[in-house]
């Protein structure tokens, strides 16, 4: 299972040329593809219409939602920020601290666009879903 972040679905239903948006075209319907339910917010809020906030809320909802925080999640979210600031790197989102530890924690690769991400894949371990790795 790949869980895909608010970057890349924001840039799928723009209609984007992304090598992520195109991933995730791929992949739906195929493999198991799941989102967050933080991520649900991020993306819902951005519509403008009803029609495209029920179309996009009935297929984000017909995938696996993650429950991204709870204590134990919150408490590492926040070591791994800690981390990365004394590495000299500071993360601009809470939300994605949160969502990168979930990732890490669960063992699920991440397809995002956004780079303040890349920080947990060189440092923390997070498994990009684009790379592979």
């Known amino acids: 299972m790949i869980l895909v972040d608010s970057s890349v679905w924001i840039d799928y239903f723009r209609g984007s040329v992304t090598p992520q948006a195109e991933k995730l075209d ?52 926040a070591r791994n920020f800690r981390l990365l600031r004394s590495l000299g790197i500071t993360v601009r989102k809470t939300i994605d601290t949160v969502i990168a ?23 923390l371990g997070l498994r990009s879903a684009l790379l592979g790795t």
């Open 101 to 123: 530890t979930r990732c890490i924690e669960s063992e699920l690769p991440l397809l995002y666009s956004d780079k303040d991400f890349d920080p947990f894949v060189e440092h």
């Open 26 to 77: 791929s992949l739906l319907g195929i493999e198991p593809v799941a989102t967050g339910d933080l991520i649900l917010t991020e993306v819902l809020q951005g519509f403008v219409s009803d029609r495209d906030f029920n179309q996009a809320r009935k297929l984000l909802t017909s995938l696996v939602i993650v429950d991204l925080a709870g204590q134990d999640i919150a408490i590492q979210a």
